[in-house]
């Protein structure tokens, strides 16, 4: 056994996947724009037989596409990685991959509106059957379980509520009955939470959020064995097609490089702006896996040693008309929907992202109307928190 110290979080974020191009020796890679390849000699021979490999169409696979995928595959501790034109063609592909007509899958309740609709607008036309569980508590899942059920699916802190998932239990829950797990950890990032460590089979998450982090790329990413991403790859992903663009592969690496930093400062800003918006008269609640009054705080501590994530659910007293308009009397922070960037975001879960569920399921989900989901940014701390002030002040 190798006594050779493995090199760590920041190393890996910023060297994996990248060497010197060999053609020039410029220290950043070129971006392959190529959609197609030549063959020379006997070269397509050999590749057909399976005795060497070669790009053929930027389908199937690309150089730059290649190496985010080994710096992806190498920041989640996972084998292999494919990369996807957005989180959503990550997630679909990912569970169409391993259910099909006339499986089940089991969903937790509380997830991103778009795994939803994919779930309750395509799937079901699929022949996917789906339970959507309120609570993920093993007697909740055994009774969810069914004979063909096939995957467990859930993400690591849902979206917008933010609970946090038990992914040790959940995972060997599933283990024992032969079931796959696929976890969207697009909130945490792999900096402060790597799901396949903690018995995932497959991590399914956006790349457009803190991965890249700069809000100028859309991508997803799947990680996990090079059987199961084999079986993604051939099965689903090079006949559907949702391959990324060599450019966003470019910056989803640039943009790694940074995410150890980046989500030490979003964590920081975080915990202030969760502490300040608690001790504010109109806040009458405040979602932040790091707060004590978090009903997962204990879990949390116990699952991300390193920090507790951006994401902070502010509810403030009057509704979706007040929370709409705390959100427009912003100054710093932008109403806009995604996260993970730089700059600090909001949105209004009931009228955006989650505006088309209805309302009964959405509050089963813990989205409640006056709801304000904050992606805490990298400004300076002090600024966040005056900017919230004002636009509460204000109302
Ligand atoms: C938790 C979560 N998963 C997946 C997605 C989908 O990602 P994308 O927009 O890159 O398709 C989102 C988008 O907001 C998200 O919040």
Same mark, same amino acid.
Request: charged share 20%; glycine share 16%.
């Given at each position: 056994m190798s006594d050779e110290k493995k090199p760590g979080a920041a190393t890996v974020a910023i060297?994996? #996947?990248? %060497?010197? @191009?060999? !053609?020039? #020796?410029?220290l950043i890679p070129p971006v392959h724009l190529s959609a197609t390849y030549i063959f020379t000699g006997d070269k397509l021979d050999r590749f057909m037989a399976g005795d060497e490999d070669m790009y053929t169409y930027g389908r199937t696979a690309n150089p730059t596409q290649d190496q985010f995928e080994e710096k992806i595959a190498r920041v989640e501790g996972g084998e292999a990685a494919l990369a996807t034109a957005s989180g959503m063609a990550a997630i679909s592909n990912a569970i169409m991959s391993f259910a099909g007509s006339g499986d089940h899958v089991i969903y937790?309740? !509380?997830?991103y509106s778009g795994t939803y609709y994919t779930i309750r607008n395509l799937f079901a036309r699929m022949g996917i059957q789906d339970t959507l569980l309120a609570s993920m508590d093993n007697d909740s899942l055994d009774a969810a379980c069914q004979a063909n059920t096939r995957v467990l699916y859930f993400e690591t802190i849902s979206n917008p509520n933010l609970r946090v998932a038990d992914a040790d239990r959940l995972t060997a829950w599933a283990k024992k009955r032969g079931l796959l797990t696929i976890v969207d950890n697009t909130f945490m990032s792999p900096y402060l939470f790597k799901p396949l460590a903690h018995g995932a089979d497959l991590v399914a998450q956006s790349?457009?959020?803190?991965?890249? /982090?700069? #809000? @100028?790329q859309l991508g997803g990413v799947i990680v996990g064995s090079k059987d199961l991403i084999d079986t993604v790859h051939s099965l689903v992903y090079q006949n559907l097609g949702a391959v990324p663009s060599p450019v966003n592969c470019y910056l989803g690496m640039r943009g790694m490089k940074t995410l150890p930093l980046r989500m030490e400062k979003h964590c920081e800003n975080a915990m202030c702006l969760a502490r300040a918006m608690e001790r504010n008269?109109? *806040? *009458?609640r405040v979602d932040y896996p /790091?707060? %004590? !009054?978090?009903?997962d705080h204990t879990l949390a501590k116990t699952l991300f040693p390193r920090g507790f994530g951006g994401m902070v659910a502010i509810t403030v007293d009057g509704g979706l008309r007040l929370a709409r308009q705390t959100a427009q009397n912003l100054r710093l922070a932008r109403y806009c929907a995604s996260l993970g960037d730089l700059e600090t975001i909001v949105e209004t879960p009931a009228n955006i992202t989650h505006g088309k569920i209805p309302p009964e399921i959405r509050r089963e989900m813990g *989205?409640?109307? /006056?709801m304000i989901r904050v992606s805490v940014g990298c400004e300076s701390a002090e600024d966040i928190i005056a900017d919230f002030e004002q636009a509460i002040a204000a109302l």
């Open positions: 060297h994996a #996947g990248q %060497e010197p @191009d060999p !053609s020039t #020796g410029a937790a309740r !509380s997830i790349t457009t959020k803190y991965i890249n /982090g700069h #809000g @100028d008269p109109r *806040v *009458v /790091g707060l %004590e !009054s978090h009903p *989205v409640t109307d /006056g």
